[in-house]
């Protein structure tokens, strides 16, 4: 079952500016990542945070924890163009031991 | 790092005929395979899980008779589409778990004509 919505599902912004996405969930986590997909490719993995931190960086991302509102976003500063992909949060907890992916975001980031 | 290697990258195959992928754990062994499925422009859906020397788990809505899972050793699970259609046409990739970190393999673009 899919347990992540991402919105927005598109996002088109100019190269330097931010990008923000966020990702609501349902049921309860140990941790929550986010990944990005070039397309037609793998994921490739950005970030993970656990449910007792709120808030995460690393490099030009920016990742923030709500448990309360089962929520997260992720923050990219200073975008690329090369950042254009689809992004997409996951949880764990699935009844497999599996992951949980979210719809997505695609991002354009026009140079 | 954990390294999950996945054949073929890509394939085109005749509605009717079976196509194997397989998923390979490099450098640990891996008791469990997630496999996934996105179609276009969605998300990536849990299939089935496959454990090594037992039989795999499907969820619901996935046909296990379709869609054949092995995972005879720890390193190597395979998931044969059998008897594909146009509409398997899909992105197939797969994770393994340990620990509570995932690796994927880097997927297999799946089109049926």
């Known amino acids: 079952s899919q347990q992540g919505e991402e919105d927005p599902q598109a996002l088109s912004i100019q190269e330097g500016e931010n990008a923000t996405m966020n990702c609501s969930y349902k049921?309860?986590?140990?941790?929550l990542q986010w990944y990005r997909q070039n397309s037609g490719r793998g994921l490739v993995h950005l970030i993970l945070?656990?449910?007792?931190?709120r808030e995460k960086h690393s490099g030009r991302l920016r990742v923030t924890l709500d448990t309360s509102k089962k929520s997260s976003s992720l923050l990219i500063t200073a975008s690329r163009a090369a950042d254009t992909a689809s992004y997409f949060c996951?949880?764990?907890?699935?009844?497999?031991?599996?992951?949980?992916f979210g719809k997505g975001t695609k991002l354009s980031v026009k140079p | 790092g954990a390294v999950v290697s996945q054949h073929p990258s890509w394939v085109i195959c005749k509605s009717g005929t079976s196509v194997k992928i397989e998923c390979r754990s490099l450098d640990f062994q891996a008791t469990t395979m997630f496999w996934y499925r996105q179609f276009p422009k969605q998300s990536l859906m849990l299939m089935a899980t496959s454990n090594e020397g037992s039989k795999a788990t499907y969820e619901q809505g996935v046909e296990k008779d379709k869609f054949l899972i092995n995972h005879a050793s720890l390193t190597l699970s395979t998931l044969t589409v059998t008897s594909a259609h146009p509409e398997d046409s899909s992105f197939y990739i797969c994770s393994d778990s340990i620990n509570y970190g995932y690796t994927f393999g880097s997927g297999t673009r799946l089109t049926v004509v």
């Open positions: 049921t309860s986590i140990n941790n």
């Open positions: 945070i656990r449910s007792n931190e």
């Open positions: 996951a949880t764990d907890g699935g009844s497999q031991g599996n992951l949980i």
